[in-house]
């Protein structure tokens, strides 16, 4: 079947040795652009070398054997259903090579990219060389949003419109007959002939590898679908856009692409030799203390003046632009019978953009927790919200020790928060242990991460004692040995800043995260652990608005590269790593982390949806202006707010009319039917929906102390790891 596939690929492709690029080169620094048609053609000239490919599978596949969930992608059962031999079809590929499968490197490189995509994994990203720098574009973003109809007042289904971006006006110069202004504002029906929600979603499902859920997939398949990276995406074939307006009418749109210095350059293409000494330690290694594996999410910061422009109800503590990567204000809210209820009169709102702070790693970690120390002591507030949309991850101590910060029962025992990680038995380890018997799998771990033995909280006394006698695993219907379970070691991160004392906590119910599930790596224990302990309130942006979502993604654990592979290899006293004779970029996941709700499974390959839902799409863009995005997040921020307002007072209601009861005791779903009939019935009927709420909450309690959202008791669902 995958040779088929190339076939069919080389037959598509099959032309594209007599094209010639007429693009005129971009110089170094700069952004140029062009017709996508002269660009792909451009990108179609760079000739295919069977040596460069030999050299590229020789590298996957050697990295493979030491994957993370090789095994449990042969069936990883529900709830996201894959089933993938990554190795078989790397064979495959090996094989195509060889009888000549591939017309032109970009066919290759297509076809690698389509096997990774395939994981849906963030951390296991396959991207193509430097040469491929190219971006294909259309002149304008989406827009979508639930627009109120008193009319029809259950009608709750996103629509879709048209807005500007920064390439508006480019795009205008390179098609100058296009009328595309008259196209802004106007109500989109149709993409290439199918519903804007089928086809952005099913783009999303073949070419985003930001998370195995589908709603998140659509949350970064809703800006990726307008600006495609040829170095992350596969792009062939690119065709012009249709769409179909609400009101009839229909517009066909070529694209059109941003390239810089080097595009189909082959020189570019090609690995850049190494002189002199190897480092002892790669450039690259898997770390939360050099945070290189996060995924690049292009960063468009928040504008602090729109934050806070005619806002006398907000108080700037830390700014948007912190190298911190943290900023936070204060908003005070309005009185009302609500609020009074709910008993919240300030609010602080922290924006958590990046758990990867500028600077070295000790003065980072000191600015970026001196900053949410600062937010967190400098006013009183009875409600806080915790935005980590958006953030790809970083330091993962760092997201420990900021839960630490913010929440009790973590900053009394920090192994309440502690992750078990294993790692997969491989030839290579095997031989690392035998010769080094380090007790770290980091070779030089005073310049990368640390583990510890969980059961003592020490280090390990060597490599033996993680490693062996190891533990005998069924993933994905494949038995494998892996290691002994380990945790971070994050004692240093734990002494940060100097001098904390915390001046109060917030239960969970008056501890908001906010997040639109692209939020991964460690973002994803940023939020998965308190979730899965009942610690905070998720709220989730966006998504697909008839589906569950979930709050984060690509929650794998440790991820791992060739230059440590080949680091391993060399104190092993084994032959050289192979080496790429390209110069791309390649990662995979190395460890598992495991869920403490459902320990027998990685949390990767867990669905947990959060408690709440906003009917936002305005995420920040590279390709969007920032005071647009910002003005969005702004309104975001105040309906948050307030419907976590109207919650607490119907939850403090509730607990009155029961006699003064535990509100902490009513369930999710309870809770989210008390907003409901806020929401559906007013303030006003606050006192009549806590009547309700007193019979939800004895009904849920009568079977359960909580319900999970999978609809069996959590009771059932949580075991000792």
């Not at 659509?218 to 009101?247: C, G, K, M, Q």
């Not at 970083?394 to 025992?413: N, S």
């Not at 380990?486 to 109060?504: H, Q, S, V």
């Not at 902490?664 to 409901?676: F, H, Q, R």
């Amino acid at each position: 079947m995958i040779a088929l596939a190339g076939i069919v690929l080389l037959a598509l492709m099959g032309h594209l040795r007599a094209q010639t690029c007429t693009v005129t080169a971009c110089a170094k620094g700069s952004t140029c652009y062009e017709t996508a048609a002269n660009v792909m053609a451009c990108l179609q000239t760079i000739p295919f070398n069977q040596t460069w490919a030999e050299a590229t599978l020789n590298v996957l596949t050697q990295s493979l054997e030491n994957f993370g969930f090789a095994d449990l992608y042969f069936n990883t059962g529900p709830p996201y259903v894959i089933s993938l031999d990554i190795q078989g079809e790397l064979a495959n590929t090996r094989t195509m090579v060889e009888a000549g499968g591939f017309a032109t490197d970009l066919a290759f490189q297509e076809h690698v990219q389509t096997i990774f995509q395939k994981t849906i994994d963030a951390h296991t990203r396959y991207s193509k060389p430097k040469c491929y720098n190219a971006v294909f574009i259309q002149p304008f973003a989406f827009d979508m949003r639930i627009v109120p109809d008193p009319d029809k007042p259950v009608v709750n289904e996103p629509r879709l419109f048209v807005m500007r971006n920064l390439y508006t006006d480019t795009y205008k110069q390179v098609f100058p007959t296009a009328d595309i202004d008259s196209l802004i504002g106007k109500e989109v029906l149709l993409l290439n002939g199918v519903e804007f929600t089928t086809e952005i979603s099913s783009w999303g499902d073949t070419h985003e590898t930001r998370s195995n859920n589908r709603g998140v997939r659509f949350n970064a398949a809703y800006r990726s679908y307008l600006y495609r990276s040829a170095a992350s995406y596969n792009v062939v074939p690119i065709e012009d856009l249709t769409v179909t307006f609400t009101d009839g009418s229909s517009v066909t749109l070529p694209w059109m692409a941003s390239y810089g210095s080097g595009m189909a350059d082959v020189a570019t293409c090609a690995a850049k030799p190494t002189t002199g000494a190897a480092p002892k330690v790669a450039a690259a290694l898997p770390s939360s203390r050099r945070p290189v594996y996060e995924e690049h999410i292009p960063e468009q910061p928040l504008m602090e003046e729109l934050l806070k422009a005619n806002r006398g109800d907000r108080r700037v503590i830390v700014p948007a632009n912190s190298t911190s990567k943290v900023s936070c204000f204060a908003q005070s809210v309005t009185p009302s019978d609500t609020s009074e209820l709910a008993d919240v009169r300030t609010v602080l709102v922290m924006k958590i953009s990046s758990f990867s702070p500028e600077g070295e790693y000790i003065d980072a970690w000191t600015r970026f927790l001196t900053d949410v120390q600062t937010c967190i002591t400098t006013v009183d507030y009875q409600l806080m919200v915790v935005d980590v949309m958006q953030n790809g991850g970083g330091y993962v101590c760092l997201g420990l020790r900021t839960l630490e910060m913010l929440v009790q029962e973590y900053y009394d025992d920090h192994t309440k928060l502690q992750m078990h990680y294993d790692l997969p038995h491989s030839k290579l380890m095997d031989a690392y242990i035998g010769v080094v018997n380090a007790p770290n799998p980091y070779p030089y771990p005073q310049d990368v991460e640390q583990i510890l033995d969980p059961a003592t909280q020490q280090s390990f006394v060597d490599g033996r004692a993680y490693y062996y006698p190891g533990r005998n695993v069924t993933m994905g219907g494949r038995v494998s040995w892996r290691t002994n379970y380990f945790a971070l070691d994050c004692r240093e991160a734990e002494a940060l800043p100097a001098g904390f004392a915390p001046t109060k906590f917030l239960p969970r119910e008056r501890l908001v995260i906010l997040t639109d599930g692209t939020c991964g790596s460690t973002c994803a224990s940023f939020t998965k652990i308190p979730q899965e302990a009942d610690k905070a309130t998720m709220v989730g942006a966006g998504g697909l608005w008839n589906e569950n979502m979930d709050v984060s993604s690509f929650a794998g654990g440790f991820v791992c590269n060739p230059g440590y592979l080949s680091l391993l290899s060399e104190l092993s006293n084994l032959p050289p790593f192979p080496k790429f004779l390209t110069d791309q970029s390649w990662q995979f996941g190395w460890a598992a982390w495991y869920s403490a709700k459902m320990p027998t499974r990685p949390v990767q390959f867990t669905e947990q949806s959060p408690l709440q839902r906003q009917a936002f799409w305005g995420f920040p863009h590279a390709s969007i202006d920032s005071s647009v995005t910002t003005d969005m997040v702004s309104a975001l921020y105040d309906s948050v707010i307030a419907d976590s307002t109207a919650r607490l007072a119907v939850l403090a209601q509730a607990s009155q009319t029961s006699g003064g009861g535990d509100t902490c005791l009513l369930s999710d779903g309870a809770s989210s039917a008390l907003i409901a009939l806020v929401v559906v019935f007013g303030v006003v009927a606050v006192f009549a929906s806590s009547v309700a709420a007193y019979y939800i909450w004895r009904a849920s309690n009568g079977r359960s102390k909580s319900l999970s959202r999978y609809g069996v008791d959590s009771e059932d669902l949580l075991s000792k790891a």
